[in-house]
C-alpha cells in the first residue's frame, strides 16, 4: 500500500513541479498529493488500528483477570 502511496506523491510532486508559478505548484501538490494519500492511507490503515486496540483491550483484560486470581499455592496472602 505504501509504494502505490509513494508513486502517487512522486507523480504529484513531478505535476507541481511543471508548474507556472510557486503557488500553484503548491496547491497542485496539496490538493492532487499529499490531502488524497493522507485520507486513503487513513481509511485503509483502519482496520489494523481496530486490530490493535481490540488487541491491547483484551490485553488489559488478562491481566486485570490475573491480578484478581486467587494465588497457586492456596494459602491467600497470608505468606510472603
Not at 25 to 50: E, K, W
Amino acid at each position: 500500500m505504501y509504494i502505490v502511496a509513494i508513486g502517487w506523491l512522486y507523480v504529484a510532486l513531478m505535476m507541481a513541479i511543471t508548474e507556472t508559478n510557486v503557488v500553484a505548484g503548491v496547491a497542485t501538490f496539496l490538493f492532487y498529493g499529499l490531502a488524497p494519500v493522507s485520507i486513503v492511507v487513513y481509511i485503509m490503515g483502519t482496520p489494523g488500528r481496530r486490530r490493535r486496540r481490540k488487541a491491547l483491550e483484551a490485553q488489559e483484560a488478562r491481566q486485570a483477570a490475573a491480578a484478581q486470581a486467587p494465588s497457586p499455592r492456596g494459602d491467600g496472602d497470608l505468606g510472603a
